[in-house]
């Protein structure tokens, strides 16, 4: 199976969580490498979003939203009926997981950096659409049959929240510096790019190792579920890309983005949205579990799908 | 030192509500008022300050006692949701 | 504003303390804390606060009196070898 | 608790003061201070603390009476130019 | 008309501040990213001297500094006459147009880079000079006749405030390393510079987006003389360097970096030195202002103004 | 002598020290670089370990760590009689000097790059190995005779502190991934690893010029033996690094390491451990006198004291 040397620095933070090391990454250099992984992924993708024509990329704009749109519309149902969890919580949880990681999306690209595999660029374009109905489509489940959604103030933390800012940003600079006047950014944004992911994993391990032990209390149900989950979504993913003509990589690559949960722009949106719904159930399944299983098992288990319905598809 | 008797307002919680509560603090009438980062563990679990969601502030300001019963009345309704602690406490004004 | 009289324990100390303390203060029964860094000068020198070992951090957790009399008396065994301020005030809870 | 009773002197100002209060408050006597890092609002307008030229930060002291009427004093002379916040408040020192 | 796409950063900041979006980069990484630009520069303006023999510098320097002492003696009338400001702030405003920025400087360079011009590597000596008599001059001006300047505490301010401590500092040991002894830490300090730049412009953004509204209190006079004062003085930087036989590039960087305000070093030695002037007052020109102003229009125009003086001058 | 000019940032950071410049380094990026230098030591350690049958260094590793426990054990009773100072504070500078400085190790491998001297891969292994006993041995001296020793505590502290928690994570990933695997990481960890040292050895010479002010207050003796020690560890480990066969530059790196004294490690153990301490001698010391006597004279000595040996030894 395909593995990432990068993801050991994950772990290293996970022990050291566990172990209760005095190992800790200060708030504000979490801050500062959370805003580089967000400005260098967007570059990236205005860079290779200038070498095509947009209206091309419209249609399967399109599709791949609106089958991502399907996510949330599975996880409610599945979350409020069969998990029992109230209203909120259900509809938290489900647009935690119809948005998107990047930093789960990084790792996928690491990986296929190291398998010498091509992708469409573009993808990084589909990385931000993804994220933006899913949070809407979240606050609308847990609204349903009460009104008084306040749309503005919901709109404005979504478009103007730091992870879209910041990617939708990077995406702008990008496609109109393109390529050639990126350049002198290459050395901090590009080149360094892999190295600052290791040390975020490095952060995500120690975060997410005090959130394995609050997940626990929410028992099998969710435990399950963030594991389920992915797998299902990723599942989505190569199917549409396969269907879209998408190349392996890119196939691989949009399994990674459906079946990746988000921990930065959703929980705050979240928390200013749908206040009622508790943090810890949906950052505990997300960051807790789905986050170390997509980027252990998960992600091999994709390229291998992708690669696989790439073969024998059709 | 004859300053003026005041109570001084510290309100402690989750980071996310910061801009919320400086509008509702600033929409009382406050003259001002002084934010801190902090972290720390309540009924809501521990807030470790280690990433951006799980950061606290503690705000102070310092008013009459008018001030403060509005601010905290106004406040009421997010603790119903939110992580929130709120105390006053006695001070002499000096300036 | 019918607050609860409660006592706010502030303790300043050596930032390397920080889990020790906050042990010895939950097992004492304390609902919760809150933490900020902080720097400062007293008896055993200047905590500049610009490396590691030599941050100071400001611990507050509100209680009733004996909880913070209890939390004091068990804070005395660190008095002899580290920098520690302690000191109480009154403080009305409003939540 | 026997404590000590004993004045808990705050000072709110702008961060460029740091040196300069702080050599006023060691020569009035004092046996230590605490700072900690603010942001804020007030007369002065917005101190965001984004950038270097407009943090606060908040001193604390704990002193008699007399030591924080002196310091208080000293400190009249910065009011009229910079943003300064001072109060003080009872506290009971414990160790 | 020439354009840098590292300014699109600043634009970024500015938006993002306006539109209150969440983004904000923690202070401590503010003061580590100036840092990293004032020892930089510092050490590049080191290794350029050290090709150099001292004492051809000489002349040029004192005439350098000498018309560069003009501005804040202009500025000042201006401010205090034709604007009805008082002492201290007509002071306070003219040592800050008299000073000089690093980053819009750091701009300029970028765009020579990018424009593939050449420039006298020594000027960032100068950048250090100019900085010193404005502030001493500023002090002077809001004391006149009134004597009770803390020399002491202002010399202490002007020479071991960070930003010319850094810069000094970072000439000394570029200087004395030499172009090969530094060489081992070009990946950092040379190779990034430019990505650190636009980091530094986002956050630059961010602050001024403030700015600008608190401006906008004191009307329209301060704003004139912010986008006017600049213009002034880079005609004065032109025909000194174009006199002094500098390169184009070199002129352009003299105008530059005579139009540039300070907002590191100024701030805080006008703090100190002259409290009773407004902070907001100089703040919000030199940064709300002048400094958007400069990378966007001003330095645009004075590459033209230099390639244009050296065409068609005498 | 030999010279490497990133000790030159210590320098500046010392003189801004003590000319109380407004330079500070904000702490948060103090961690964040100090982390950086472990983890990328480590990395390189582990990268060099995969080259090598680690069985082939057993014996090696055995003798240095036994010859390094000396130190400790002759420091002691040169503390404790010579210097009449009480059991615990010799315990604990005991303890520093025979742990070691990760920085002052990065400063002796800068000088052998920039020498062009070869050096046996490994003896970044012996820095984590030495870190240990050093510890150990510090808090049994402390406590001789009194029993009360909580071995639990210090272990964790020993092992899962901060530092020798990311040297061996580095280790190990370093190893795990090997030379190919950790390619992509290269361009942050390891080309801009001198950089990095230059900006961590400006922020410790901010510290240690308080230190050494601190320092005088403790009269001569300590003052002396914060430069006697290092020479005669120093001494032990160009002898037994030439023992054993080590290159130049190997004996010259042992020797490096068991002349540098800890600030990182040791000081947080011992706080822990032998509480009743004064932090303020054994930082003083080590921080205080004995780095910047390594840094500037103590390495260039061991250099010339390791080619002499191998010159004209035997
Ligand atoms: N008893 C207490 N003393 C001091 N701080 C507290 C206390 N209880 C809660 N806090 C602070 O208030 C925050 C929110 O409290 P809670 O809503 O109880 O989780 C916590 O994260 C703590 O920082
Ligand atoms: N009089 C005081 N007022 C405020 N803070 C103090 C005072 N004395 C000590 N401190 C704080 O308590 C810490 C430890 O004090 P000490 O044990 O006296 O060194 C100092 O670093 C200061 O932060
Ligand atoms: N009423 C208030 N309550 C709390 N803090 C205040 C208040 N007024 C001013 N401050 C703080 O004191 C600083 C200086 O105040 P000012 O001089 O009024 O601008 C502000 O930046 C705030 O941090
Ligand atoms: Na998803
Ligand atoms: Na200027
Ligand atoms: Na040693």
Redesign the interface.
């Known amino acids: 199976m395909s593995f990432e040397?990068?993801v050991?620095?994950f772990l290293?933070g996970v022990?050291?969580g566990l172990?209760?090391?005095?190992?800790?990454?200060?708030?504000?250099?979490?801050?500062?490498l959370?805003?580089?992984i967000l400005?260098a992924i967007g570059l990236k993708g205005g860079v290779e979003l200038s070498k095509y024509p947009v209206g091309d990329l419209l249609l399967d704009g399109v599709i791949i939203v609106l089958v991502g749109a399907l996510i949330p519309l599975v996880a409610f149902p599945v979350l409020r009926y069969l998990g029992c969890m109230n209203r909120a919580d259900s509809a938290s949880i489900a647009a935690h997981y119809g948005s998107v990681s990047v930093v789960t999306f990084s790792v996928g690209i690491?990986l296929l950096?190291?398998e010498a595999l091509q992708f469409e660029g573009y993808m990084i374009v589909f990385l931000v659409l993804l994220e933006i109905p899913a949070l809407v489509i979240g606050v609308i489940l847990a609204r349903h049959g009460q009104g008084g959604i306040r749309w503005g103030r919901l709109l404005?933390?979504v478009f103007?929240?730091?992870s879209i800012?910041?990617l939708v940003?990077g995406l702008?600079?990008g496609w109109?510096?393109g390529s050639e006047?990126?350049k002198?950014?290459d050395?901090?944004?590009f080149?360094?790019f892999?190295?600052?992911l290791?040390?975020f994993l490095?952060?995500m391990g120690?975060?997410a190792s005090?959130r394995i032990a609050?997940l626990r209390a929410y028992g099998v149900f969710l435990i399950l579920f963030a594991m389920g989950m992915p797998l299902f979504s990723a599942a989505l993913g190569i199917i549409t890309g396969w269907s879209l003509g998408l190349s392996v990589g890119g196939s691989f690559l949009l399994a990674t983005l459906y079946a990746s949960a988000s921990?930065?722009a959703a929980?705050?949106a979240m928390?200013?949205a749908v206040?009622?719904a508790n943090?810890?159930l949906s950052?505990g399944a997300s960051l807790g579990m789905t986050f170390p299983f997509n980027i252990f098992l998960g992600i091999p288990i994709y390229l291998w799908m992708a690669q696989w319905i790439h073969t024998y598809g059709a | 030192m004859n300053g003026q008797p005041m109570l001084l307002l510290t309100i402690i919680s989750?980071a996310?509500l910061e801009s919320t509560l400086i509008d509702e603090i600033m929409a009382m009438g406050a003259k001002g008022y002084t934010i801190s980062?902090a972290r720390g563990r309540g009924t809501?679990?521990?807030r470790?300050?280690?990433?951006?969601?799980?950061?606290n502030i503690r705000i102070e300001v310092v008013g009459d006692s008018d001030l403060c019963r509005h601010i905290v009345d106004n406040l009421q309704k997010?603790e119903?949701?939110?992580g929130l602690l709120i105390f006053t406490s006695q001070v002499e004004l000096l300036n």
Chains 1, 5, 6 share one sequence.
């Open positions: 040397p990068v050991l620095f290293l022990i050291a172990l209760r090391s005095d190992l800790k990454i200060p708030g504000s250099i979490y801050e500062a959370s805003i580089f400005l690491a950096g190291q404005h933390e103007f929240g730091k800012y910041l940003g702008l600079i109109a510096a006047g990126i002198p950014l050395n901090l944004f080149d360094l892999k190295g600052v290791a040390l490095l952060e120690l975060v005090s609050e921990y930065i929980p705050a928390r200013i206040p009622e943090p810890a950052i | 989750e996310v980062e809501h679990g521990i470790s300050g280690k990433w951006s969601a799980s950061g997010y119903r949701d939110y």
